[in-house]
C-alpha cells in the first residue's frame, strides 16, 4: 500500500485556476485547497496546501469545549499557516487592532467595517502563525502556504465581501475573541534550519532539515505525518516528494537525506 496520502482538490471562489507545481487545476475550476485525505492511523489532524487570488472571508472557529457543550463532539479547530510564496503587498488578518465588545464586533462585521478594525500582517516565506481557536482571522491574496489544523470543516463566517455564501454570525459571535492577536503565535521559519514550530496541546508540528536529531525522533514516538518541502525522503522505502504528504508508521521509516526539508505532525490525541 502507498505510504503517499490521496488528494482532493477543493473549488473556492478565492481559488486559482493556475498551481504551482506539481499542483495543476482542471480546466475552467478555480482549486482553493489541496486536502490531503487524514489516514485512519492519525485521524485528528488535516493537511492543506492554500491557494489564494482573493481575500477568504473573515472567519472564526470554536474549540474542543465549546463544539462539546453543544453536542456535537470534538469538533474544535485550531490551526498554523506557514507561507510558502508571496505576491506583492499579501497580507493575513488576524485578530484586532484594540479590544472591541461584542455588540462592536457584531456591527463591525454586519457593515464590514471589521475588515479595517483587524490586523493585516505584510507576509513573505517562511512566515509561520499558529491560529488559536476563537481568534477571528482571514487570508489575503497572492498567498501560497501549508495550512495544519485540527481535522474539522466547523467555520463561522462573519464577513465575505460580499460574496453570496451563508454567514455565521450568532455561532461566530457565540466564540469569537475581540481582541489583539498575541504575536509570541507567530515566528520566522529559516528554509535550511530544523526547528519546532508547534508542541501541543492537540497537535505537534516540526521542521527537520537534514538529517534529524535524537530529540525529533523522540517528540515522534507512533505513527506520523511527513510533507516534504524541499528535496525528498522516503516513506518505508517509497520515494515522497514537495507536493505530497505520508503516513510513516515510525519515525524509523523515514528516510532522510542531508538536503531535504521537511514538515512533521502529529495530533497529540492520535
Not at 234 to 251: D, H, K, N, Y
Request: charged residues 25%; contains cysteine; proline residues 7%.
Amino acid at each position: 500500500m502507498s505510504a503517499v496520502l490521496p488528494i482532493r482538490q477543493v473549488e473556492k471562489p478565492w481559488g486559482r485556476d493556475e498551481l504551482p507545481a506539481p499542483f495543476v487545476a482542471p480546466q475552467g475550476k478555480r482549486i482553493g485547497e489541496i486536502w490531503f485525505e487524514p489516514p485512519a492511523e492519525l485521524p485528528s489532524l488535516l493537511v492543506k496546501y492554500i491557494f489564494t487570488s482573493e481575500k477568504l472571508s473573515v472567519q472564526v472557529h470554536p474549540n474542543d469545549a465549546q463544539t462539546l457543550a453543544e453536542g456535537i463532539g470534538r469538533q474544535g479547530k485550531e490551526e498554523c499557516w506557514l507561507v510558502l510564496a508571496t505576491e506583492p503587498g499579501a497580507t493575513l488578518g488576524i485578530g484586532f487592532r484594540k479590544d472591541l465588545t461584542e455588540d462592536e464586533l457584531r456591527v463591525a462585521a454586519l457593515d464590514g467595517s471589521i475588515e479595517d478594525l483587524m490586523v493585516w500582517h505584510e507576509v513573505s516565506p517562511g512566515d509561520f502563525f499558529y491560529i488559536p481557536a476563537n481568534t477571528v482571522h482571514a487570508i489575503g491574496a497572492g498567498v501560497s502556504l501549508i495550512e495544519v489544523q485540527q481535522n474539522s470543516d466547523i467555520t463561522y463566517r462573519l464577513f465575505d465581501y460580499g460574496r453570496p455564501r451563508e454567514l455565521h454570525l450568532e455561532e461566530g459571535m457565540a466564540v469569537a475573541r475581540g481582541e489583539p492577536y498575541a504575536m509570541r503565535w507567530s515566528s520566522k521559519v529559516a528554509s535550511d534550519r530544523s526547528q519546532v514550530l508547534v508542541d501541543g496541546p492537540l497537535f505537534l508540528l516540526d521542521q527537520v532539515a537534514g538529517l534529524p536529531d535524537d530529540a525529533a525522533a523522540d517528540r515522534y514516538p507512533g505513527a506520523l505525518l511527513v510533507i516534504p518541502r524541499e528535496g525528498s525522503v522516503t516513506v518505508s522505502g517509497q520515494s515522497v516528494s514537495p507536493g505530497e504528504c505520508a503516513l510513516a508508521p515510525a519515525f524509523e521509516a523515514i528516510g532522510f537525506a542531508q538536503d531535504c526539508v521537511c514538515l512533521l505532525a502529529r495530533g497529540c490525541a492520535d
